[in-house]
């Protein structure tokens, strides 16, 4: 009878290391991989556009701000060892426009005579720098996480050139951690593990911008599933939450200095965009991203030697999308129209 319950008991054992087996195997392939896909000397083509609108309130008067940025980047790599993946990003395009109170400045490198050049030629040479800069950037491609940025030092002389002022405050905000977010082909979205429809996680990060103050940035994710339009695509349906603290160094250099106060996320308005990303396995990289956010709070501001109250609300949507030709033509576009 022993020997029965032994060989029962060892058969129901047999049978559960079968079912776990079986249950991993189906696990494993229930999850989706994430993993961005690179090939040596194939280049990829990305676009990042940002739209901000937002409401200043000082001594009792509503100040207005639209700004919209558009950068097209292009992505080669150059190196690809295991999971260690060596791109050059170049800037070769962008668009920039910024709308105060009704009265725009806009360049376009699309154009040669970009309007507002002559009444900014300052701003003019700035945004004219951003053209054609580039960057050496290690990426660890499972992950995606970048583990080096080298071009900081050209691009702050460019920028700074003429300028002791700008020169000091780009050598305080181009951080070595706040260039890798910004030179990041996966904009800090995805994920290292596969994921089972249904799963969620974080992701937190902190961008310190030295004299300007800090953001942090915790993005909770969900993912979907296929996208149930395009039906080729993954979906993670994202939730960012950005939290903004005034500097806590030195801010000599600047014209003005955030003393106090916070910027937090509220509930988006119901107009504005869900922030969602859609990923395509099959190329290994992302198809398209939106993050939306609203944010609001009040900052004491000093300048020249007065210190002002300042309400602020900002909306803002950054959407980003890859594909492997360049984009067509148009607003900061470098692909010329056709005649």
């Given at each position: 009878m022993s020997r029965v319950r032994v060989g029962v008991a060892g058969l129901f054992l047999a049978s559960l290391a079968v079912v776990a087996l079986v249950a991993s195997r189906a696990d494993a392939q229930d999850k989706q991989s994430f993993t961005l896909k690179l090939e040596k000397d194939k280049a990829f083509y990305q676009k990042t556009d940002t739209v901000v609108a937002q409401i200043i309130?000082?001594?009792g008067q509503d100040l207005t701000q639209k700004q919209q940025s558009t950068f097209f980047f292009k992505w080669t790599p150059e190196k690809i060892e295991g999971e260690k993946a060596t791109l050059k990003q170049k800037v070769e395009?962008?668009?920039?426009?910024?709308?105060?109170?009704g009265n725009p400045?806009?360049?376009d490198s699309a154009k040669k005579e970009p309007a507002g050049s002559a009444s900014n030629p300052g701003l003019m040479d700035f945004f004219k720098g951003l053209e054609g800069t580039e960057f050496t950037v290690v990426l660890n491609t499972k992950s995606g996480a970048v583990e080096k940025v080298d071009g900081k030092e050209e691009l702050a002389k460019k920028l700074g050139a003429g300028s002791a002022q700008m020169d000091s405050l780009l050598k305080k905000i181009l951080t070595d951690d706040?260039?890798?977010?910004?030179?990041?082909p996966t904009a800090g979205l995805l994920t290292d593990a596969g994921r089972a429809v249904g799963d969620k996680?974080?992701?937190?990060?902190t961008l310190n911008l030295g004299p300007v103050g800090s953001y942090e940035v915790k993005y909770d994710f969900t993912y979907k599933?296929?996208?149930?339009?395009?039906k080729h695509l993954d979906r993670i349906e994202v939730s960012p939450t950005i939290t903004f603290k005034s500097p806590t160094e030195s801010t000599e250099g600047l014209l003005f200095k955030i003393?106090?106060?916070t910027l937090e996320t509220k509930a988006l308005d119901p107009d504005q965009t869900p922030s969602v990303i859609l990923f395509n396995s099959a190329l290994g990289r992302i198809e398209k991203a939106t993050i939306s956010l609203k944010m609001e709070g009040e900052l004491l501001v000093g300048i020249g030697g007065n210190d002002t109250k300042v309400a602020l609300s900002q909306r803002q949507t950054t959407t980003v999308e890859q594909q492997n030709d360049p984009f067509p033509p148009g607003q900061g576009s470098p692909t010329p129209a056709k005649k």
């Open positions: 309130k000082v001594q395009g962008l668009f920039m426009s910024i709308d105060i109170s400045i806009i360049y706040s260039l890798k977010q910004m030179a990041d996680w974080d992701r937190k990060t599933g296929k996208d149930e339009k395009l003393k106090s106060g």
